[in-house]
């Protein structure tokens, strides 16, 4: 029985043949192959002909071993060809029949190739090559594409060259190339973290344990397995939910890139994870196995927007994102592209296999909709775009659409109406009576469901259309416009906003699950009967990224908040939502008051938007007195304890001083305010600073004195002394504002080509000191040689290159943005910077105090610096500490966590080399905000621009025996009956020191117009006193008559 041999290979055309030769490597051999045909068994790279004659032609491709010879027929029409993973349907090892990765995986097999066959030929000059060529000149991209029909050969007429049986043997393989059966390894595809090398830091430092996020902005990221299954993305996992156990199971991304988008096969059997990176896989699972079954490559450039299988689920087609916006059609289960064009040159929102007709397609995305259709030309099969005219109809995003059963579309408009495309022009604009917009804002989806049409608008409305009023609809007047009414509607909620929806298909019930873009999943019911349940909100999340997250210094609980308006409050360890608390502005940051404060660890305290600070305080509600009649208790529940207004602008730190008697806060309107917080948080002053404060630092009781680290974004840093409380207020005070207060300032001067010079400076030092060690061995060898031998052989070392003149000092024009930093000692400190001056730690120390100083003037350079691998473009946005200072954890700008060894107690950072890198959030927009770990350093979370909230348990000998859970506080002593103070719901309330200041003025206005009423009383006075004096006068005789001379 012949072997059976993995291929690397490249076909030349034999002039004046319809036949190839074939020429390559042999990769690997196994035994065992199949009699009937070659079987490649590895992802081998091969090149078909590009044909010079007639389409359709046959290339042949002969095999040799020994003296068996198989005759291999491929189908011309394309110049590079890639032959995917595949064994013989009977070969029950498949992990053996691999070799190299693909090209578009960018790494090569570690494994020796075998031995190269005696009887391969090599290439002949002046034949021509077409591997290095790109497959931009075989396609289209704006109007058709190329066919890539390997798979489609019982049109190809048999070669003259070769036996008939011969070529159906060669057929057969081809058509069977990947076995039913096969899969590949999820171990082997899933992105791993990067451990420094030759370190002892374990790969499993931190275990994903539960998401509370959810990234409900993501289109089509609600997707439904089965009646208790529903998946989605969450940074560089895909997150399987069962929503009746609330069980979570993860898959992670192959690229470590991020995850573009999903779908699912139409009989539920597979699913698609199409990911993002450079040239991304789209990897097809199978359920329930969650078995990697199939892996299309080379779809897109950097990642995916939409995919969508075809109604007999035997086609995908995907779409690319920014910058190519590819349009692919596959036969996924060989792994095959079959068409490829450009859909369009803007941003491509989704596309669609027609559910009546796969031959048609539509894509729509901004300003565009397209009509596309698979056509035989006599070039081969290609794909044809038509591209939708607005004509009078003002140009619009097309979000939402749907294919009709005749070949028209009924799309979606930002306005909120529909229109009726036919032959690529609009037919009709729909609208409501009295020209209603059909909804209230974008329409985001169009469904038909049992002959009526659905539509969900961001407006939280679903309403449901008669189908053939809309499939018979035409324009009646010179307005384009036709007036319908909807047969039913749903309001779901206020401020729901409907992205996407899809049905649960329960016997009986007509139950759908929609994806609300402002952060929940509902539970919907479209029956609209006199049993119609309400709808359901399933589950709620935050919505937009979040900006800020705490953990409890004395159990498992985490408060987070974001710009939706919402605090919220959870149990990590029993991976529980515990309560949130809605308000009329965004929250921004948000602090744990420490327990010298509040013992209890019961409060929160909130800074937000609009300048407002308000603290919260936590209790379990089973605590309270009982009364007949109450609602179901809750786990934990929400008052508001204080709220004061110190900011004019978001707040954007807050810090309590160690000994918990004052609060800072901090904002973006160049102030940080002081409070006493003895005395229920009495006002003390405020400082003003050179830039937007972005945080704050008490220092820690290793300090001698106890000093507030007050950083700002625009490259300053401050020393604050711990102001002075006064006892008494003093009234005649005008501002809160405290003048005296000694400040010490940093102001950041760009170093980083000074350190890139020393290094390169370096380098050539030690480059230099290589090459004199070089000559000394020279002469050595000379003297050995002899006068003759050794003069040549130092000739040949002699010549020196000339050297490239040293990286030029730069200053940035805009201050790099600093993005955090922390305290390593008294007047010393670290910072992480943004922009150019990004990839370094700069160790930095206030200079000596100097009243007379401007801190605008100064320009001050870090004492030392440290060098961090591979965040040249990924900076560090948030740095904590475990409780022995032993690791350092860094959320990164990409959404990556690095986690970074240290010694004990090590401020200095002298040994930050080795360190564990993941990427856990979006990499494109799923920056870490905050990071943090609980109380007793089992747990570490993460919260993202993404949306996206990380619970990770972090490695340790110690394993849990027993359930954790959080406690909730138990209320204080009378807490149900004490007053709620009066919110400030107000945005344009004045703040604190505006308060005051109006006061004052206020009072002063007060004074000044006492002065006035006094003086006008003194007027009226006088005047009526010269009018009495007039009237005296005027009944004298004329000649004792005082004369006027002013009337």
């Known amino acids: 029985m012949p072997e059976c041999w993995t291929f690397l290979s490249r076909f030349v055309p034999q002039p004046g043949s319809k036949s190839a030769r074939t020429t390559g490597r042999v990769e690997r051999a196994f035994p065992g192959g199949s009699a009937r045909g070659l079987w490649v068994t590895g992802p081998a790279y091969a090149c078909a002909l590009r044909p010079a004659r007639k389409p359709g032609g046959v290339a042949l491709a002969t095999a040799v071993n020994g003296g068996w010879r198989r005759i291999l027929r491929l189908q011309t029409g394309c110049h590079r060809r890639y032959l995917r993973d595949m064994k013989e349907p009977d070969d029950q090892d498949t992990d053996e029949g691999r070799s190299e990765r693909s090209k578009s995986d ?13 009887t391969e030929e090599a290439l002949t000059e002046g034949e021509e090559s077409y591997l290095e060529e790109k497959d931009s000149d075989e396609e289209d991209l704006e109007g058709s594409s190329s066919s890539i029909q390997d798979d489609y050969l019982e049109n190809i007429r048999p070669s003259q060259e070769a036996p008939a049986p011969a070529l159906e043997e060669a057929e057969d393989a081809v058509k069977k190339k990947i076995s039913e059966s096969f899969f590949y390894d999820y171990s082997e595809l899933a992105s791993m973290p990067f451990v420094t090398p030759d370190s002892n830091i374990p790969l499993d430092l931190l275990t994903l344990v539960h998401s509370f996020g959810y990234d409900c902005r993501k289109r089509a990221n609600l997707q439904l397995l089965d009646s208790n299954t529903v998946m989605y993305i969450a940074g560089n996992q895909l997150i399987l939910l069962n929503f009746k156990t609330k069980e979570q199971t993860y898959l992670r991304s192959s690229s470590g890139e991020g995850i573009g988008v999903i779908g699912v096969h139409p009989y539920k059997t597979h699913f698609t994870v199409a990911e993002k990176g450079s040239y991304p896989k789209i990897i097809i699972y199978e359920y329930p196995s969650l078995k990697p079954y199939r892996i299309l490559r080379d779809g897109t450039e950097k990642g995916y927007a939409y995919v969508d299988f075809n109604y007999r689920g035997t086609l995908l087609a995907s779409v690319g994102s920014n910058p190519d916006y590819t349009l692919t059609i596959w036969n996924w289960k060989e792994e095959q592209p079959i068409l490829r064009t450009k859909a369009f040159a803007q941003e491509v929102f989704k596309v669609t296999f027609n559910p009546e007709d796969e031959e048609q397609l539509t894509t729509s995305g901004s300003g565009h909709i397209k009509f596309w259709e698979m056509a035989f030309t006599f070039t081969g099969l290609k794909l044809q775009g038509l591209l939708g005219r607005f004509g009078k109809t003002a140009t619009t995003d097309i979000e939402g659409y749907m294919e009709l059963p005749d070949g028209k579309v009924l799309s979606g408009s930002e306005w909120g109406n529909m229109l009726l495309w036919d032959g690529g022009l609009i037919k009709v604009e729909l609208c409501r009576a009295a020209r209603k917009s059909c909804h209230q804002g974008p329409i985001n989806q169009i469904m038909l469901d049992e002959g009526e049409v659905i539509t969900v608008g961001s407006d939280g409305c679903i309403r449901i259309w008669d189908f053939e009023t809309i499939d018979t609809a035409d324009s009646i007047d010179e307005t384009g416009l036709l007036e319908i009414e909807p047969i039913n509607e749903l309001q779901v909620d206020k401020n729901v906003n409907l992205f996407s929806m899809i049905k649960m298909n329960e016997t009986g019930n007509n139950f759908w699950l929609a994806q609300d873009a402002n952060g929940a999943i509902w539970k919907l019911d479209l029956s609209f009967s006199n049993i119609t349940q309400d709808p359901e909100c399933l589950f709620s999340f935050h919505s937009g990224a979040i900006e800020a997250l705490a953990l409890s210094p004395l159990t498992y609980l985490m408060a987070t908040t974001a710009l939706d308006c919402s605090v919220r409050i959870y149990d990590f360890a029993s991976k529980t939502p515990l309560v949130h608390m809605k308000f009329k502005q965004g929250g921004t940051t948000l602090a744990w008051v420490p327990r010298m404060v509040s013992y209890t660890g019961a409060q929160i305290i909130v800074g937000f938007e609009d300048g407002v600070v308000r603290i919260l305080e936590l209790y379990d509600p089973k605590g309270l007195t009982i009364f007949a009649g109450r609602k179901k208790v809750l786990d934990a529940d929400i008052s508001l304890k204080y709220v004061f207004k110190p900011h004019t602008d978001r707040v954007t730190a807050l810090a309590y001083e160690r000994d918990g008697e004052i609060l800072a806060t901090g904002s973006k309107d160049h102030t940080v305010f002081f409070f006493e917080v003895e005395k229920d948080y009495k006002p003390i002053g405020y400082i003003n600073t050179p830039g937007p404060v972005i945080q704050l630092m008490w220092s820690t009781i290793s300090h001698p004195e106890s000093t507030l680290l007050i950083i700002c974004e625009n490259g300053y840093v401050l020393e604050a002394p711990c102001p002075t409380i006064k006892e008494e207020d003093d009234h005649d005070v005008v501002s809160y504002e405290i003048k005296d207060m000694c400040l010490k300032c940093f102001h950041y001067s760009s170093v980083k080509s000074k350190i890139l010079r020393l290094i390169e400076i370096e380098k050539r030092k030690k480059k230099k000191e290589l090459k004199e060690k070089e000559r000394e061995a020279r002469r050595k060898l000379k003297e050995e040689m002899g006068e003759d031998g050794g003069k040549e052989l130092l000739d ?14 730069f200053m940035p024009p805009t201050p790099s943005p600093i993005l955090c930093g922390f305290y390593s000692g008294p007047e010393k400190f670290w910072l992480s910077f943004g922009g150019y001056d990004s990839g370094f730690l700069y160790h930095c120390a206030f200079p000596s105090y100097d009243k007379e100083s401007d801190f605008k003037e100064q320009k001050d350079e870090p004492f030392d610096f440290c060098f961090l691998e591979d965040t040249e473009d990924n900076p560090i946005q948030a740095i904590t500490f475990s409780i022995n200072q032993t690791m350092m954890f860094c959320g990164m700008r990409n959404g990556a966590i690095r986690v970074y060894t240290l010694s004990e107690n ?27 770990t609980s109380f007793d350093d089992r747990f570490l979370v993460t919260a993202g621009a993404d ?13 849990l025996k027993k359930e954790l859970k959080a406690k909730v506080p138990s209320p204080r002593y009378g807490i149900e009956s004490e007053p709620i103070p009066e919110d400030i719901e107000d945005p344009k309330v004045y703040s604190i020191e505006n308060a005051r200041r109006k006061r004052e003025h206020d009072k002063l206005m007060k004074e000044v117009e006492e002065i006035k009423a006094g003086k006008r009383e003194r007027i009226k006075a006088l005047r009526n006193e010269f009018l009495k004096l007039l009237a005296m006068n005027k009944e004298l005789p004329k000649h004792m ?5 002013i009337s």
């Open 947 to 959: 949306s996206n909230i990380f619970i990770f348990n972090i490695f340790s000998e110690f394993v």
């Open 906 to 932: 090590d401020t200095s950072l002298a040994n930050l080399v080795e360190y564990w890198h993941f990427s856990m959030h979006d990499n494109n927009y799923g920056c870490i905000k905050s990071i943090s």
């Open 106 to 118: 960018g790494k090569q097999s570690s494994k020796p190739a075998a031995k190269e066959d005696a």
């Open 1041 to 1045: 008559q005082f004369k006027r001379t």
């Open 796 to 809: 040949e070392g002699e010549e020196e290159e000339e050297e490239e003149p040293l990286p030029e000092l």
